[in-house]
């Protein structure tokens, strides 16, 4: 953190509402150090592994007691939200820092916003389901999208037309070396398509650097629906429905998600497997001269994005399998765990799927979650 120190601003204690009580109002338990935790439940691809430490951060203090530790302070540290981006392939070795931190309030009502303050280990679903409840709009079009709060900005998640970037205000990480609470504003946070400075580990990345406590969210005022997707134009084309509110629009996202993707409590998956590859558009009309049906987007920037659903649809991978794991056969770019897959297999699935996408048009897919 240190090559960017001066941007960042310190946050000095803790703030009021995500604790249940001032640290040094109650007596603090010891760390409670799990070992030889079986990770299969905290991983919604449902994948076997073992962490060889396991620890559950609960505040931002907890955090520091972590640095302070002598046992754990200079450990390498694996930060798990809800385990929906990760494919797990061996036991982890790092001590894995089990993010519970609660927490949900309205920080503050401004002319331009409302802000939400949501602690890391909040459900994503659950922070956008209780700001719709709360009369706040603007977090509809995310909805069910799996994994927590805090693992939200990391990867940057979107839908229907919205990304996580759009409605964040700012972003406190503590340092994992020095325990120092800082508050990142959302310019700082590098958010890419799936990506941002916390994804990334290297010179200026933040992973493993640092863990995100709490998402300061920022839903602007007035609020713009944000209905220019395909599936939510049918979705007021079959209803009638032409002004829909955040409820309305957040019922139909429910739906449309619930409809092709699968549910992570019923079958094991990790949301999308890959991105959706950007191509020049050079190569974009040389594709569409040999597969007139490709599914493109143009971007603002003169890029053009392809599905990948529809390359590895195309390929023909709906529904196959490497032992346990599987193509979703209501989604090409969704790999599931038909039961008791290993993480080698979906590693091996995803590579057959790239080796084929690049074989017929010449596009090689990225991987969206994060192999271990
Ligand atoms: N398609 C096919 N066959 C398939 C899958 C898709 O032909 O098997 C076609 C669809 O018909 C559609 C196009 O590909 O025309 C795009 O499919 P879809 O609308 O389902 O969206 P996507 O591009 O596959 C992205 C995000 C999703 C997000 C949806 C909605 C990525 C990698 N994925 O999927 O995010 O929910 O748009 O905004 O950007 C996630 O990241 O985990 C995720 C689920």
């Known amino acids: 953190m240190q090559e960017q120190a001066g941007i960042f601003s310190d946050v000095a204690g803790e703030g009021p ?20 935790v079986n990770l299969k439940a905290y991983n919604s691809f449902g ?4 962490a060889l430490r396991l620890v559950r951060i609960r505040s931002d203090a907890d955090v520091r007691r972590v640095v302070d530790h002598p046992e754990l302070g200079r450990a390498p540290k694996f930060v798990l939200g809800g385990g929906s981006n990760i494919v797990l392939t061996r036991d982890v070795e790092a001590v894995v820092l089990k993010m519970e931190i609660p927490g949900l309030r309205l920080l503050e009502t401004r002319e331009d916003a409302w802000i939400i303050e949501a602690g890391a280990g909040v459900t994503w679903h659950e922070a956008v389901r209780w700001s719709v409840e709360q009369g706040i709009p603007g977090l509809e079009n995310l909805a069910l999208i799996p994994g927590t709060v805090g693992a939200a900005p990391v990867q940057n998640i ?8 759009d409605r964040v205000e ?44 709490k998402v300061l969210l920022r839903c602007p005022r007035p609020w713009t629906p944000m209905l220019g997707y395909l599936d939510l134009e049918r979705k007021m084309a079959e209803t009638g429905i032409t002004a829909p509110d955040a409820r309305q629009i957040f019922d139909w996202v429910c739906d449309i998600r619930r409809a092709k993707l699968p549910d992570p409590a019923q079958i094991g998956n990790a949301g999308s497997f890959f991105k959706n590859p950007v191509v ?28 990948a659903g529809w390359l590895i649809d195309a390929c023909g991978w709906k529904g196959k399998t490497v032992g346990g794991a599987a193509v979703y056969d209501k989604q090409a770019l969704v790999l599931v ?36």
Request: hydrophobic fraction near 40%; aromatic fraction near 6%; glycine fraction near 12%.
């Open 158 to 165: 979107g839908a229907y037309g919205v990304e996580l970037k």
């Open 337 to 372: 765990n038909r039961g008791e897959a290993r993480g080698a297999e979906v590693v091996t699935l995803a590579r057959a799927i790239q080796e084929s996408v690049y074989g017929r048009f010449g596009i090689r897919l990225e991987p969206e979650p994060v192999v271990v």
């Open 17 to 36: 509402g995500l604790e249940s009580a001032p640290a040094s109002a109650v007596a603090r338990p010891a760390l409670a150090i799990e070992r030889d």
């Open 280 to 307: 020049t558009p050079e190569q974009c009309r040389d594709i569409i001269g040999r597969d007139p049906g490709i599914v493109h987007y143009p971007m603002p920037d003169g890029t053009v994005k392809l599905a």
């Open 47 to 50: 994948l076997p592994a073992t």
């Open 170 to 213: 700012a972003v406190e990480v503590v340092d994992l070396v020095t325990g120092r609470k800082v508050r990142l504003p959302a310019s700082v946070c590098a958010f890419g398509y799936r990506d941002s400075v916390f994804k990334r580990s290297g010179f200026g990345g933040l992973a493993g650097k640092s863990v995100i406590t």
